[in-house]
């Protein structure tokens, strides 16, 4: 039995690694959508004094930022995205800074940004530090 089991899960396990991360057949139809930030304790973004930041990607090519910091303030900031291919994202007026974080002395700029193909994917802001936008479902 126990054997069964292990059998089982061990094709489980090599089905989501070959199937959960694939780029979508349609990958900008799939990044459509509302993100939530997510971020790890120690992470380069707990450090910025940020309580909540949600990204949207709409069809017609637009995005939207909203930022909330403890200190009260907030920011909504509205650009533009493509998605370039090789699981790259161009966010026109992206608040972030320089290395990656959401920090609300950032200026809007262009980012470019990488997906990862989970599900729901992720855009991840620096690949070097657990703070990373995931969509929400």
């Given at each position: 039995m126990k054997r069964a089991f292990l059998i089982v899960a061990s094709a489980l396990s090599f089905l989501c690694l070959n199937g959960c991360a694939r780029r979508p057949n349609d990958p900008h139809?799939?990044?459509?959508g509302l993100y939530r930030l997510h971020w790890e304790k120690g992470?380069?973004?707990?450090?910025?004094?940020i309580t909540s930041s949600t990204l949207e990607l709409r069809a017609d090519g637009t995005s939207e930022q909203r930022d909330n910091f403890k200190d009260g303030s907030h920011f909504v900031t509205d650009g533009k995205w493509?998605?370039?291919?090789n699981d790259d994202i161009s966010i026109e007026n992206l608040r972030i800074t320089t290395t990656g974080e959401i920090d609300k002395n950032a200026s809007a700029t262009h980012a470019g940004v990488l997906v990862q193909w989970s599900r729901p994917p992720n855009?991840?802001?620096?690949?070097?530090?657990?703070?990373?936008?995931?969509k929400m479902q």
């Open positions: 139809a799939a990044l459509i992470s380069n973004c707990s450090e910025r004094g493509t998605y370039d291919g855009i991840v802001l620096n690949p070097d530090d657990d703070c990373l936008f995931s």
